[in-house]
């Protein structure tokens, strides 16, 4: 019996000593939220990841048809200090941390815009296919406290297809820093008339092709928006995400024709090696 409590012991301390030595090498990340992905292992130089992802989401703004897609994931980012440069699918951007309690973002991506193809009951006929936009989007996070619980956040979109802002809170569950751990965001949206009439506008021609009433959006309101994000890291390299996201629109938006649903709504999960 003696020898069996040595040996329950001696698990013990060694399960122990592991989980400790396993947490050692997971290095602080830029900042702790599971939203802001960090392969560089803490390090300043070159990080990589690369994986995939699915996605089950709206198949374009205002729509009431679902389908899943498949989206690489990761990207490739070069840190130094609290400031690290990325290029992840269409987006080119830049990332840094500033008094611990302030995190900007600059980014140039890439708006992929609407085809008629992406109805398929044919909603979207006679509205013809939005070419692909270029958008720069600058964000702004600021902590409220120094592990980065509860934060406020700010966004800018603009580009060839109009504005976007939008504000909000977040907070974030679990007491990693390594960017592990889940966080969930509320968020306000605004847009001006472009950006809305891109989306949800229709003009004479489109009217006439399409047999839709004709449209014009004015600036306000856009949605009120919940974002769930989550990641796991299973060891060093390898590491599981996920996102859940709900925004219902405003009245504006809803009253036109190419809003068949009030809400738009998407859930994806994936994997992720980093090198």
Not at 13 to 30: D, G, H, M, N, T
Not at 84 to 89: K, M, P, Y
Not at 104 to 129: H, K
Request: charged letters at 20%; proline letters at 2%.
């Amino acid at each position: 019996m003696k020898a069996t409590t040595q040996h329950w012991l001696l698990a013990i301390i060694v399960s122990f000593c592991y989980s400790s030595l396993i947490a050692e090498e997971r290095p602080a990340a830029l900042v702790p939220l599971p939203s802001v992905d960090d392969f560089t292992h803490g390090q300043d130089g070159w990080g990589f990841g690369l994986g995939l992802g699915v996605e089950y989401e709206s198949a374009y703004e205002g729509s009431d048809e679902f389908g899943f897609e498949a989206q690489p994931a990761g990207g490739v980012q070069w840190r130094s200090g609290n400031d690290v440069f990325f290029f992840a699918g269409e987006a080119l951007g830049w990332r840094g941390l500033r008094s611990d309690t302030w995190l900007f973002e600059a980014v140039v991506a890439f708006d992929e815009g609407r085809a008629e193809g992406d109805s398929d009951e044919g909603y979207l006929n006679g509205l013809g296919d939005q070419e692909e936009g270029t958008e720069l989007v600058f964000q702004a996070r600021r902590a409220l406290d120094l592990d980065w619980r509860n934060w406020l956040v700010g966004r800018v979109v603009t580009g060839d297809n109009g504005n976007l802002g939008l504000f909000g809170f977040g907070h974030r569950f679990g007491d990693n820093n390594d960017g592990s751990g889940s966080e969930l965001s509320l968020v306000v949206v605004f847009h001006d008339s472009e950006y809305a009439n891109t989306g949800f506008g229709i003009n004479a021609t489109q009217a006439t092709n399409s047999g839709l009433n004709e449209t014009e959006l004015d600036a306000g309101l856009r949605s009120v928006a919940l974002d769930y994000n989550y990641r796991y890291h299973i060891n060093k390299h390898w590491q599981i995400f996920g996102e859940a996201l709900y925004e219902r629109f405003s009245s504006d938006v809803t009253n036109s024709p190419i809003a068949r649903s009030d809400y738009e709504a998407e859930i994806g999960v994936g994997f992720i090696y980093v090198f």
